[in-house]
């Protein structure tokens, strides 16, 4: 999976790094002073890295907790994101991290502890339910063997109900969390696109049906799942998603869904410029782009009635007020 | 498709079993550098010793080649302290000893042994780190990625003495031999160079027809970043052909070029006529 392991000085002697370490001995270890030496080099090739990439053991200084961006996730108070990982073992044509970051090497932050104290102090500062997304830049859970980040992530937040965890993920990385008792408050959202989309933009992305199977052993098992219907892209007609939102919610139980969402594809401008250079051959992007308010979208005739029709499609499998459009 | 791939070497005794292997010939006249090159892509430099050779080198070899996507090879000696003299080593990360900057070249699977060297202004006698050393890989390494993406800047080093046999006690000419014992991982290597630049070549190589209508029309360079970018939308919604046939026709100028391109690549958008449509 990784070519090398490159890991701070700083965090040498961690335990999280040893374990890592010795997990890759057969690879070369290098050390570094800070992880933005390798990670943020000018004149690199994402798409390039993509075939080889390292991992990169770090510690995160500064903030760990942010706001997450208005109108990201469902609405049930506060949001915040937090980021023990930059970047994805997977490669979705789509991924707006090829846009983002100068480097496809994984960087994984093992100063958990320090996460869980920034969270914990956002809980106290919040008022009600406060919600924390995990997976904004990276796969909340396919690193799982790894970072066991799971591992130590759902037992924190399930000491704290006023919390709500979303690990956002498109892995069937689900063992660690058989194992545990279900956490109420820690949801696993699984991300979707149709058939014939994950075959052509996402590599190395587990198969529609392993995702669905893993969601449902974990359903079973009591825990709270999403589904993510992102991106919607309009390649795929409305043929497509009819039967992929069938194929879903006869193995899932519809009416125990956390929630259901949408979102169309949509990327920072800039992010879009970068990836476009990294992909100038790839279909997807030479389509016509709207750009509104800096985001760019993938042109598409009536778009607002396609997105109607799928929702009222979606409505005859689940509860509205279970679902929301991710706008950002 | 076979990739170009410039090597860079210190010493004509670390030239001479590349200059064989990959069938380089000399190029006439001689410049300041001496230079040898084969008809499949690869070229050789020899820069001399010392880091301001190996960037002036890199810089004078980029200098005298056509505009393209080429990767950069550095093989030499190298001391080390503990390495067996004639270990090949993939280097992982640099340390320029003088102006402490720092470099970090790619590693690839190729099941070669990876080291951190240190790139230092004089012979090393105490081996007091353990990395290997050099005199040229610093600078090397920054110029060539400064003029490529970092992805294709590697650096290959022979141990060619260590703390039992020091650096004072190496045999130059044994240099060809050590060369020789590494063929095949020195061509492992030289084959993923010329993989990898194939792909960035094929990933962001300009169609023929873009070089034709730039010499037909004048075009800003605004436009011509448009029509750099209308080109490639072209082909990228597997629109070659249509492509070639506008690069036929006779538009008055470059503003009635670029709407008819522009006009044609809406309307293929639209109807979702993408170069796979339908093969799913
Ligand atoms: S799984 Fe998610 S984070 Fe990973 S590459 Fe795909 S879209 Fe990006």
Redesign the pocket.
């Known amino acids: 999976m990784f070519s090398a392991v490159y890991f701070e000085s700083e965090v040498r002697d961690h335990p999280r790094t040893r374990a890592i370490l010795e997990r890759y001995r057969e690879l070369p270890h290098i050390e570094c002073e800070r992880f933005g030496q390798i990670f943020n080099r000018k004149a690199q090739n994402f798409r390039m890295q993509k075939q080889y990439p390292a991992l990169i053991l770090a510690r995160k200084h500064g903030r760990k907790v942010l706001p997450a961006p208005a109108g990201y996730g469902f609405e049930a108070g506060q949001s915040h994101y937090f980021s023990h990982m930059l970047n994805?073992?997977?490669?979705?044509r789509?991924?707006f991290?090829q846009g983002m970051y100068r480097s496809a090497h994984c960087v994984l932050f093992v100063n958990f502890e320090d996460f869980a104290d920034s969270i914990l102090q956002s809980i106290a500062a919040g008022s009600g339910t406060q919600v924390f997304y995990s997976?904004y830049d990276?796969?909340s859970l396919?690193l799982e063997p790894v970072s066991n980040f799971a591992e130590f992530f759902v037992p924190f937040f399930a000491q704290h109900p006023r919390a709500v965890l979303e690990l956002r993920t498109?892995s069937t990385q689900i063992s660690g969390l058989l194992q545990m008792a279900p956490a109420p408050n820690c949801i696993v959202a699984m991300?979707f696109t149709t058939e014939a989309c994950a075959k052509r933009w996402?590599r190395d992305?587990p198969s529609i049906e392993k995702r669905l199977k893993a969601l449902a052993r974990l359903q079973e098992a009591g825990w709270p799942v999403a589904i993510r219907f992102e991106p919607l892209l309009p390649e795929a007609d409305q043929k497509a998603y009819a039967s992929l939102f069938d194929l879903i919610f006869r193995r899932l139980d519809a009416g125990r869904v956390h929630s259901t969402s949408t979102g169309l594809f949509r990327m920072p401008a800039d992010y879009f410029r970068n990836t476009l250079k990294l992909y100038p051959d790839e279909p997807l992007f030479a389509r016509e782009t709207r750009t509104e308010n800096g985001i760019v979208s993938l042109e598409q005739p009536n778009r607002e009635a396609w997105l109607a029709e799928l929702e009222e499609m979606l409505f005859r499998h689940i509860d509205p007020a279970s679902y929301y459009r991710c706008a950002n | 498709m076979n990739g170009e791939v410039n090597l860079v070497v210190a010493h004509p005794l670390e030239a001479k079993e590349l200059i064989e292997w990959f069938e380089l010939g000399e190029v006439e006249p001689r410049g300041k550098y001496r230079c040898y090159e084969n008809k499949k892509g690869i070229a050789l430099v020899i820069s001399g010793m010392g880091v301001r050779n190996a960037v002036n080198a890199v810089d004078w070899l980029h200098g005298r080649q056509s505009p393209g996507f080429r990767a950069w090879l550095n093989v030499g000696i190298a001391g080390h302290p503990s390495a067996a003299v004639g270990q090949g080593l993939l280097i992982n990360r640099i340390e320029h000893r003088r102006s402490g900057d720092c470099f970090w070249p790619p590693i690839p699977d190729l099941g070669l042994q990876g080291c951190g060297l240190v790139t230092v202004d004089e012979p090393e006698t105490t081996y007091e780190q353990d990395a290997a050393f050099d005199m040229e890989a610093a600078g090397f390494f920054a110029q060539a990625a400064g003029l490529t993406t970092t992805d294709l800047v590697y650096v290959f080093k022979i141990v060619s003495d260590n703390r039992e046999n020091p650096v004072d006690e190496v045999n130059l000419q044994r240099v060809p031999e050590l060369l020789r014992n590494l063929e095949s991982a020195i061509r492992k290597l030289v084959d993923h160079l010329r993989e990898r630049s194939a792909a960035i070549a094929d990933w962001y190589g300009m169609p023929a027809e873009f070089e034709s209508l730039l010499r037909r029309h004048r075009f800003s360079a605004t436009r011509k970043a448009a029509l750099a970018q209308y080109c490639r939308r072209f082909c990228a919604l597997g629109m070659q052909g249509r492509l070639s046939e506008i690069a036929r026709v006779r538009f008055r100028d470059a503003a009635s070029l670029m709407t008819a391109m522009r006009l044609e690549l809406a309307s293929a958008s639209e109807s979702g006529k993408t170069s796979r449509q339908g093969a799913e």
């Open positions: 994805c073992i997977y490669d979705c789509y991924c991290l997976g990276c796969d396919a498109k991300s996402e992305v």
